[in-house]
């Protein structure tokens, strides 16, 4: 006989709801009993989806329209994830990556052509440089996805090998990231758009504000499977560009490749290796996403591993062939950045005309840059799932949504990139200068773990994979260093700000959970204090319980707590309180607070008249508080004996109607309010319904 | 021995903190033992002003700032109000009658020049009417006096005498009155103000508002006392309105007492009855604050009715004379309203020109119309108060606050008249059509009150009085007419449609205290349901309380009550909460909600592990959400037994600083407002203090 028998027998309910009389239906609509047939073992119980639903109408309207708009709860077991074959998985985890090309080229031209369009030139070998940048890291994360075959993001690579203080300034870095992708992605798409219809360019904020919220919205009904839906703008991208750069290079070979003389643009800075460094910065923006697939390797189908590293391998010569194509083509038109319309819609203009496939261009950049846009509500809650997981984000990311997303990642992400879109006046260019610092931070760190993960593990061929990573980090480490000191006074200082800022407030948190899982944790049984009564029933409860007689010396000579129960007029409410408290079956004390001697005194008879049944205490409060002298008598009742529980029980008038708030005063909240702060008052509320 | 006695004995702790251990001293300084020293009847305690204080910092310092700008809290007793002297009384009580005359006449000749300058000669006729007006209304008020000696506002008389509804209408019309009161008096004193020094008139709504908020810290500190301060104002307008008008009068006479033609304004509206009529109401502004001696007769020296009439008498001549003294002066001058300055600063500066004269009318205008605003701050609180004694307001007027004052009723007054005095640009002029409306209608109904009063008491001289009173009831219902329909459009039609909304309220405010009563009062002892144990300790619980033995059939054989447990996590929160429900000697269940099986699984595993001591119920909620199937199955529980009590039993987490709220979910919380709907379950906090 298990030893809470006794106590199982003496629930005067069914706590399995099941051989209970009849009860009302709407409750037993809310249950479903399950029954998992395990031998000795007691049945649970299942909640039905009827059970999420509050009692209220309100709360009940609520729940519907919230279906309406994302849709059902989805049982937990629904969120098995689909494995994708390398085509499906190039076109869902690359928008990130390949939109980049949308923004990138233009970032660079647009700082060289300040120095005017004679230095636009220099947009070749800066270019050359970006591509053997991005092959570079690329070839470093193709070592990540070897190494880490489970998904090894940044945060993880980087807490794994150099310590967890890096890796929260890899984490730190993609959260910024990850907003900025949101933000850069929605007004360049939504740039997109306005290229090819000027006439909405002063709608764009409001345009982009509803796209983030549709955004949210489809990420909050959880999009995550509608895979097809997201690959397709991809490949359209990489098609659109195809046929832009092949036709703009067609055209360049028929002027026998001179570069057609750009629309002059005055110096307003000088040339020089700053300008061309700033340039570098910016044209690195291309590269944001490129580390999607080495996070991502289980979604692939088996071998996981080699899939993943053939679909990066694919996606990097995407990459570079895009970014390189875009620039030549840029380059031989003489396109100029600047103005309401995006590079890519001028050359595809020059290259393609303004016909039916100058639209299907725009078309498709639009949809890639919001599917990019997309990824970025995918990467953040999972990366705020992780820190929560080690405790170096609040908990609420842990939590998965009725939709099985991660609603509270979600809505995090959504404000401040909205409102940094709406800030920056929903233009691209002023944002860029922000935007490759926490990406290139988080691919140093990354590659740098992986190079301590080399050196450590010297698995088979540690050496090439050491000296790839080796590369791919010193890069990108150099990559952060010139675009915070070059961009600092442009806006790489908030940046450089809020990512040792996040990872302060991470490592706040982590030290809040860690003491409380210390100050939570039970301590031996030895420790008596602790565990006052837990050690099971009294013999005189268990008799009690079970109605069998006790024994003389099994009545409770050891007083624990005593009840204190304050009245401020003998009304049913508070004769349901005191009946509560005296049902405890411990010392109870009632208090009154008065504002005259004259109402105490009246009190007094009132309570004598209905029969002086308990010790009552009156306390006159001539300054007509009556709140704070009731907490601070209490709280120096609780002080005489400290070592007792203190059980506050407080009747509390429960109303009918929102408004009727105002015609009560709460004493009970703000009682409680005011005795939190002391461990050992347990407080009960005693609700009395009011008549609506 | 008094029944409580054995309870008394059980007390672990001395209640009037007298006798018990050494306290810690922080506690003790709160209180101070108070005893009134009678025979056979126990101390009270009394709290002293530290008890007011809260025990965090911040709660600390905000009584300290709160003692810094409204001052230290002032006992109860010291409430007790001065009597005044005749003349003082007049001083501190006519403000707010007196001062109309800086803006009724104007009001009234702002009407009459819509019909062009050739018009405004009809002002004298007008004149001559308000002024009988006044005299009929002010003769039927000291009837008032007579009648009701310790005070009779409109609410009072019209409720005593035509019943509870008319007087809800004289209240709302008061109401509405006072707020309008504030507005156009602070508006009419900024308006002297900026007509003495133009350059601050487009700063006036910012002084306005600054003015107000002087006057609600005013009186939230108390200045009722500051008599003299008051009193002053009044006699030095009479004074300077007296210079004017003996001024005026002379230099007319020194033209033979022709009226110099005003400049010239083309006529807007025709001349007509109707325009004559919306002058008279506007004029008839000029009465309001007529009333106030008759509310306040008990604060004057005994006899307290005489002289109170005395005072009125003197008020009415003075209140008569200046009005019809402007009156003149402004037509012999041949002043217009409008422009930035007002009338009484026009026929000043032809009286007496623009030196110091001038500079003491206008300072003295303005104080005494601040003064009147404030008299709506003494008279507005007390109508709730007496609207809130009776159950038609709610309770929170009630309530005095640190400094004797009804500071919610002023707080309520300040905000709408705030609003009011900025929505209408700061302004006298549009905010007149709204005035006259409320008042009157407080005047109709407080004589015909009278009239009713008189005719059923037939008390000495009782004909006259009641000819008086049917005279300024139908005056004054004329006026209500007239200023409705002539403005409804105006602004009047705001006040027709406020005044029965006061009403409508007030009475639901009624019916639900009403239903409250009722449901509150504890019926016939045999109702065993109500009292359910209050009859005092169980012969077991008195056995344990007193420690002696019991006997085999005392054991409490019926379960009144089981306590149910939520347990998240088996930490030593959750410990605490279990071992307090174990205490309670009553059936305890615990329950977990866990997102999957597989975790419901683990969770069983750890309570075995822990000894499996107490009936423990896992739900598993595949939806993730813990709360509502959490409170769903609780209610299910208390549905098997609708007629037991639920003791819900939760731990708390109590966070030491707010941001780490954050950082926890407020289950208990959550689980408290989704319970709260059910009558029979009782809940129980049990705190866990978490490390900083």
Request: hydrophobic share 50%.
């Amino acid at each position: 006989m298990p030893p809470h028998s006794v106590w199982e027998r003496a629930l005067p309910i069914d706590p399995d709801l099941e051989f209970a009389e009849p009860v009302r239906s709407r409750t037993q609509r809310f249950m479903q009993v399950h029954r998992p047939r395990r031998r000795g073992e007691p049945d649970d119980l299942e909640a039905t989806d009827r059970a999420v639903e509050g009692d209220s109408r309100a709360s009940r309207s609520l729940y519907r329209l919230r279906h309406l708009l994302i849709g059902p709860a989805l049982r937990s077991t629904a969120l098995a994830e689909e494995r994708m074959g390398r085509a499906m998985a190039l076109g869902v985890l690359s928008p990130d990556a390949l939109s980049s090309v949308a923004y990138g080229p233009e970032a660079m031209l647009a700082i060289l052509v300040l120095a005017g369009t004679g230095e636009l030139r220099v947009s070749l070998p800066i270019g050359a440089v970006l591509a053997l940048l991005m092959l570079s890291v690329g070839l470093g994360y193709r070592q990540v996805i070897r190494a880490y075959p489970h998904g090894g993001g940044s945060y993880i690579v980087a807490s794994d090998n150099l310590g967890r203080r890096w890796g929260l300034l890899a984490a730190a870095g993609l959260i910024v990231d990850y907003i900025l992708t949101v933000a850069v992605s929605v007004a360049s798409g939504v740039e997109a758009v306005t290229s090819a219809l000027p006439s909405l360019y002063s709608a764009r904020i409001v345009i982009g504000l509803v796209v983030i919220a549709v955004l949210v919205a489809g990420n909050l009904r959880g999009v995550r499977d509608a895979g097809a839906a997201f690959a397709a703008p991809t490949y359209l991208f990489v098609a659109a560009v195809a046929v832009i750069v092949i036709a703009g290079l067609v055209k360049a070979a028929s002027h026998g490749f001179h570069p057609a003389s750009p629309t002059p643009h005055p110096a307003i800075e000088a040339a020089g290796v700053l300008l061309v460094l700033r340039a570098f910065a910016s044209g690195a923006t291309a590269m944001t996403g490129i580390e999607v697939i080495s996070n991502s390797v289980p979604v692939f189908r088996p071998p996981e591993g080699r899939h993943a590293r053939q679909t990066l391998s694919v996606m990097l010569a995407l990459l570079i062939a895009m970014f390189v194509g875009v620039v030549l083509v840029a380059h031989f038109d003489g396109a100029t950045p600047g103005g309401q319309q995006t590079l890519l819609s001028q050359i595809t203009h020059s290259s393609v005309g303004s016909g039916v496939a100058y639209g299907f261009v725009q078309a498709a950049t639009t949809l890639i840059l919001l599917v990019a846009a997309n990824s970025a509500f995918n990467g953040f809650p999972r990366l705020l799932y992780f820190m929560a997981r080690d405790g170096y984000a609040p908990w609420l990311f842990l939590r998965l949504g009725d939709r099985l997303a991660f609603s509270n990642g979600i809505l995090v992400l959504a404000v401040p990139a909205a409102v940094i879109f709406a800030a920056f006046d929903g233009r691209t260019g002023p944002l860029i200068p922000l935007f490759a610092v926490g990406v290139f931070l988080a691919f140093t760190l990354a590659q740098s773990g992986m190079v301590v993960h080399w050196w450590t593990h010297r698995e088979r061929r540690w050496r090439t994979a050491l000296a790839t990573n080796q590369t791919g980090a010193t890069l990108s480490a150099a990559v952060v260093l010139i675009a915070a000191l070059t961009k600092f006074l442009q806006g790489a200082w908030v940046v450089v700000v809020l990512v040792p800022l996040i990872v302060l407030f991470s490592e706040k948190v982590h030290g809040h959970y860690e003491r409380v899982r210390q100050a939570l944790t039970p301590r031996a049984e030895s420790d008596g204090r602790a565990l006052p009564s837990c050690v099971g029933p009294s013999p005189a409860t268990a008799a009690a319980l079970s109605e069998r007689p006790v024994e003389e010396q099994d009545i409770p000579a050891e007083v624990q707590s005593f009840a204190v129960v304050p009245v401020a007029v003998l009304d049913l409410a508070a004769l349901h309180a005191l009946a509560y408290a005296v049902s405890l079956a411990r010392p109870v004390l009632a208090v009154h607070v008065s504002p005259t001697e004259e109402e105490a005194e009246r009190f007094r008879h009132y309570w004598q008249a209905w029969g002086d049944r308990l010790p009552l205490e009156l306390v006159v409060s001539p300054y007509r508080a009556t709140v704070a002298p009731l907490a601070n008598y209490i709280a120096a009742l609780h002080e005489q004996r400290p070592e007792l529980t203190l059980a506050l029980v407080v009747p509390e008038l429960v109303v009918a109607r929102r408004w009727h708030r105002l015609l009560h005063n709460r004493i009970g909240a703000r009682l409680r309010a005011a005795l939190v702060g002391y461990e050992g008052i347990v407080m009960t509320t005693v609700p009395f319904h009011l008549p609506p």
